[in-house]
């Protein structure tokens, strides 16, 4: 069993370029997360989905769209990449006991 | 009120000794509680769920008290390797958004030899 996984693991983008992260797992969880982390922020959650075709807005969605068009995958993307977006992004997956189990990260700067 | 609250730290401590971190939360409705950790560079993993009753595995004993609005982790006998950042973890509690978990900014924990 792979877990939680997130590709890519770094990226470097410039100012107004798009891109997708994806994450993906085999646990058969319903919820599934999408977070950035900057240094003295902790974690904030982006968006995240309670079942396959369902998304929800978090702390902070505006610049990032989602899609859970099958229950294993959730995508986030960046339509037109900002400076502020340079962060850690990381994806997360729950069961109804909503414990999270995170994959390793995706470290995106954006110059 | 901070919807999640935690100790700033960091908490420096020598190995052996006994170590509290206390969490306060805001929404009365929550009903899910969680400490994670989190090295360095690497992604938080859940430690222990925190239950009404209190639990314990092995050196690590978490308590709620929902009168208060808070959380506690006690780490007995700490070793090196528990040196990371303690994540208090609290859901919103009501409706649709019983999904969606509010980390605390966390507390960073360094064990000295």
Redesign the interface.
Known sequence: NAGVTQTPKFRVLKTGQSMTLLCAQDMNHE?M?W?RQDP??????IH?S?GEGTT?K?EVPDGYNVSRLKKQNFLLGLESAAPSQTSVY?CAT?DS?????????TRLTVT | RKEVEQDPGPFNVPEGATVAFNCTYSNSASQ?F?W?RQDCR?????LM?VYSSGNEDGRFTAQLNRASQYISLLIRDSKLSDSATY?C?V?KGYG?S?????????TKLSVKP
């Open positions: 919820y997360y977070y003295g922020m902790g974690l904030r959650l995240y309670v929800a978090g990381f729950a006991t909503y414990e999270q189990y995170f994959g390793p990260g | 899910s969680f994670y690497k992604e938080p993993k859940l769920s994540l973890v859901n649709g019983q999904g969606n978990l509010i980390f605390g900014k966390g």
